[in-house]
């Protein structure tokens, strides 16, 4: 039976590599970029396509290991590792892009949504093996 919190990991990643493939139409690339250097456009680009490859390993890796993700050291390492990556997104927003907008606070939540989804698996993996 496939684990709740993971199957809504997965989903979370999922959703947004879908969100990050859209960048080139929500964003005009690479027209909008077209003001910046060629290294500037390609490091922007490079970086979405990435994000989106992780993202989709995220989702790959939560639907095909959740027995390992849950019992062992590297999956609690993996889990640890996705909170503090989403924690660290949720600062870098605050710190890079203050913006008073509806969108921009949405991601705000979705970044969140990101430390409590992978969080609580975590959490519970460390009170199964005594910890807390």
Do not use: K, Y
Not at 50 to 63: K, P, S
Request: glycine fraction near 8%.
């Amino acid at each position: 039976m496939q684990d709740p919190w993971l199957l809504a990991c997965a989903l979370h990643s999922l959703l947004l590599a879908a969100f990050h493939a859209c960048f080139w139409r929500l964003f005009d690339w690479p027209r909008s970029l077209a003001a910046t250097s060629l290294a500037n456009r390609a490091i922007v680009q490079i970086a979405n396509l990435r994000l989106i490859w992780f993202f989709l390993g995220v989702t790959a890796a939560c639907l095909a290991f959740p027995e390992e993700i849950r019992g062992s050291v590297p999956g609690r390492a993996f889990l640890g590792f996705m909170v503090v990556f989403w924690l660290g997104r949720t600062i870098e927003q605050w710190l890079f892009l203050r913006v008073r907008h509806a969108g921009v606070q949405a991601l705000t939540l979705v970044f969140v949504l990101g430390c409590v989804l992978f969080g609580v698996p975590l959490l519970q993996s460390l009170q199964a093996v005594g910890f807390g």
